[in-house]
T-cell receptor
Framework: NAGVTQTPKFQVLKTGQSMTLQCAQD?????MYWYRQDPGMGLRLIYY???????DKGEVPNGYNVSRLNKREFSLRLESAAPSQTSVYFC????????????FGPGTRLTVT | TQLLEQSPQFLSIQEGENLTVYCNSS?????LQWYRQEPGEGPVLLVT?????EVKKLKRLTFQFGDARKDSSLHITAAQPGDTGLYLC???????????FGTGTRLKVLA
């Protein structure tokens, strides 16, 4: 039982390049989330998926797209990376109802030069 | 935009001291969670509070949810070096699946 896994762990991009961050969970959770964490900013929600087949914008969705590929996988795509997207990205999953815990992945550290 | 502000932002104390971290908002939340994050890892849940005025204890940590469900506090008694980390509060607005995270409090406990 691996929990929430994220790939890659580190990535350096040049401005304008594209990439997809992968996230998978093996806990049969319905809800999945993508956050970014910047120094002094806590975590900010980019997109979330309450259940398979649905996605919704969070606080900072501009410049990102997501795909809920199936119940296990939720990917985050940067179409044209910008230096402002340099951050640590965390994926999380949660059971659908109530106040169950969000389980976080180990994060992807992205630098855009 | 719903905001959760935490204070203090940084805290450096000696082992054995007590401390309180605050999480404040002008918005009402159906529940509030506290997480601790170690360097290079994702946040890990400490507690969830759901009822206004609720108090929960986890060993030396005491969590309280405000009566109006707009604020929360985390009190640590006799802090230890193992308590060092980034503490984050996260509130869930009613009727949504999303969470709003606070700005974080970075705690360092010196031996």
């Amino acid at each position: 039982n691996a929990g929430v896994t994220q790939t890659p762990k580190f990535q350096v991009l040049k401005t304008g390049q594209s990439m997809t961050l992968q996230c998978a969970q093996d806990m049969n959770h319905n809800s999945m989330y993508w956050y970014r964490q910047d120094p002094g900013m806590g975590l900010r929600l980019i997109y979330y998926s309450a259940s398979e087949g649905t996605t919704d914008k969070g606080e900072v969705p501009n410049g990102y797209n997501v795909s809920r590929l199936n119940k296990r996988e939720f990917s985050l795509r940067l179409e044209s990376a910008a230096p402002s997207q340099t951050s640590v990205y965390f994926c999380a999953s949660k059971d659908v109802a109530g106040e169950y815990e969000q389980y976080f992945g180990p994060g992807t550290r992205l630098t855009v030069t | 935009t719903q905001l959760l502000e935490q204070s203090p932002q940084f805290l450096s104390i000696q082992e054995g001291e007590n401390l309180t971290v605050y999480c404040n908002s002008s918005s009402v939340f159906s529940s509030l969670q506290w997480y601790r994050q170690e360097p290079g890892e994702g946040p890990v849940l400490l507690v969830t509070v759901v009822t206004g005025g609720e108090v929960k204890k986890l060993k030396r940590l005491t969590f309280q949810f405000g009566d109006a469900r707009k604020d929360s506090s985390l009190h640590i008694t006799a802090a230890q070096p193992g308590d060092t980390g980034l503490y984050l509060c996260a509130g869930r607005p009613s009727g949504t699946y999303k969470y709003i995270f606070g700005t974080g409090t970075r705690l360092k406990v010196l031996a």
